[in-house]
């Protein structure tokens, strides 16, 4: 079982479309990353939530953090080409091994022009 | 350089042989991580360096895959008589400190075992 579950796991949008993608978990974490992967380059961070209920945004994109810790959302709006990629996201282990992180599957995004 | 580098880009290996894998971290980071990708997949900790010592190896598959890390800066990963279930793409990832703070990615090293 997959401690975090993204959906959808491929998406495929025209430019100018609103999307979101999801984070699930039954577990309750202290903090979660979203990174975007683009083809053949490794993750890059675009964010970490902390606090329940808390929303970020960056640019069109929106990041949200559920009240209980659990889930998270990432909401980007009027999508661009170069938004394509593979959107991850992450949490920390707890205790003495927080420096390992766990992904998701990932959501595979496509914006066509 | 200014990000953590990895090379080969890409390796094609026949079944069998052995390869080894590089990654220069960003200078004066002092944790060190390997990744593995496979497709399809978010990637999966194998390994992590504190300076020169590997604190952590719990996440490597087999005794045939060994890391290391000499002088606390350039790492390898060394993988013996490659199977087709290692193909793979292999993410370097280095930080700052110790815990919790940004790991900075490299662009990955594509193994494919034929």
């Known amino acids: 079982t997959q401690l975090l579950e993204q959906s959808p796991q491929f998406l495929s949008i025209q430019e100018g479309e609103n999307l979101t993608v999801y984070c699930n978990s039954s577990s309750v974490f202290s903090s979660l990353q979203w990174y975007r992967q683009e083809p053949g380059e490794g993750p890059v961070l675009l964010v970490t939530?902390?606090?329940?209920?808390e929303v970020k945004k960056l640019k069109r994109l929106t990041f949200q953090f559920g009240d209980a810790r659990k889930d998270s959302s990432l909401h980007i709006t009027a999508a661009q080409t170069g938004d394509t990629g593979l959107y991850l996201c992450a949490v920390r282990n707890s205790g003495g091994s927080n420096y390992k992180l766990t992904f998701g599957k990932g959501t595979l995004l496509t914006v066509n022009p | 350089g200014a990000g953590v580098s990895q090379s080969p880009r890409y390796k094609v290996a026949k079944r069998g042989q052995d390869v080894a894998l590089r990654c220069d971290p960003i200078?004066?980071?002092?944790?060190l991580f390997w990744y593995q990708q496979a497709l399809g997949q978010g990637p999966e900790f194998l390994t992590y360096?504190?300076?020169?010592?590997?604190?952590?190896k719990s996440g490597l598959p087999s005794d045939r895959f060994f890391a290391e890390r000499p002088e606390g800066s350039v790492s390898t990963l060394k993988i013996q008589r490659t199977q087709k279930e290692d193909s793979a793409v292999y993410l370097c990832?280095?930080?700052?400190?110790?815990?919790?703070?940004?790991?900075?990615f490299g662009q990955g090293t594509r193994l494919t075992v034929v």
């Open positions: 990832a280095s930080s700052q400190g110790i815990a919790n703070t940004e790991a900075f």
């Open positions: 939530v902390v606090t329940g209920g």
């Open positions: 360096f504190q300076n020169e010592a590997q604190l952590d």
């Open positions: 200078s004066g980071h002092v944790s």
